[in-house]
């Protein structure tokens, strides 16, 4: 019973605000093009199911692209760092301050090194920066957190550094990691939606583009549907990426 509640309260909640905006609207007699009404939003939604699923696709697929990449160099890089201490030294400022450097503010600048004819290149490239610094950061912290008896134990048996690394840092970083993917992957998505307005051209027909065509022909029913595609992707992303965490931290703690 206390799992049908648990289930049931946040659709009771977003049902509830649901109805007192379509009141609210109706009574107070607001503008269409102000504020539309769920129910106008749910209209444009099925009138334009096909070109969202399209432009979701490939907002989605492109933050799925540069997931993947980040991931790979954030890993990479931190397995050469946890070789060297010095070099991790000289590193982390760097990966600091580009963590810490708004995307919106460097992404006119990736889209002109990309190119004006490549698009999406920019959008890649962007939503990899992002997505970047969580990933490296959780394998940083995670090669540090290995049990100071096993450290001894290698120590005692003269392990060399890419043994400490390949056989007990690595594995120790795994829940670490795995957290990392799940915070960089919603990251992703952002760094994507503003490549996407960034590029503003319609080259890549994401959800950014959709939001800024809707808003161009002052159609806010279509902005706010496309907003709503937007945070259901990136409620299923997180909730898949939750589940493959949940069964790799299963899987470990096994091992």
């Not at 991931?71 to 000289?90: F, K, M, N, T, Y």
Request: net charge positive.
């Amino acid at each position: 019973m206390r799992k049908l509640l648990n289930a049931v309260a946040p659709l009771a909640l977003i049902a509830l605000l649901l109805v007192a905006w379509e009141i609210a609207c109706r009574a107070l007699h607001v503008p269409a093009y102000f504020l539309p009404t769920p129910s106008a939003v749910i209209a444009a939604i099925a009138d334009d199911t096909p070109n969202l699923v399209s432009a979701a696709w490939t907002t989605l697929s492109t933050a799925l692209v540069a997931l993947v990449i980040a991931s790979l160099a954030a890993q990479a890089l931190a397995l050469v760092i946890g070789l060297s201490p010095i070099l991790e030294r000289a590193v982390r400022p760097l990966a600091s301050v580009l963590q810490v450097t708004p995307v919106v503010a460097i992404a006119p600048l990736v889209a002109i090194w990309a190119g004006i004819d490549h698009p999406e290149r920019a959008v890649v490239a962007l939503a990899v920066l992002v997505a970047f610094f969580p990933i490296f950061s959780g394998a940083i912290t995670g090669l540090h957190s290995a049990d100071p008896d096993l450290e001894r134990l290698f120590d005692l048996y003269g392990a060399g550094g890419l043994q400490r690394v390949l056989r007990l840092r690595l594995p120790s970083a795994i829940p670490f990691l795995l957290e990392g993917h799940k915070v960089g992957a919603g990251l992703a998505v952002i760094g994507a939606v503003v490549a996407e307005f960034a590029a503003g051209s319609g080259g890549i027909r994401g959800l950014a583009w959709c939001i800024l065509d809707a808003g161009n022909k002052l159609q806010t029913a279509r902005m706010i549907a496309a907003l709503v595609v937007l945070g259901l992707m990136g409620v299923a992303l997180h909730a898949a990426l939750d589940r493959l965490e949940r069964a790799g931290l299963k899987w470990w703690r096994g091992r």
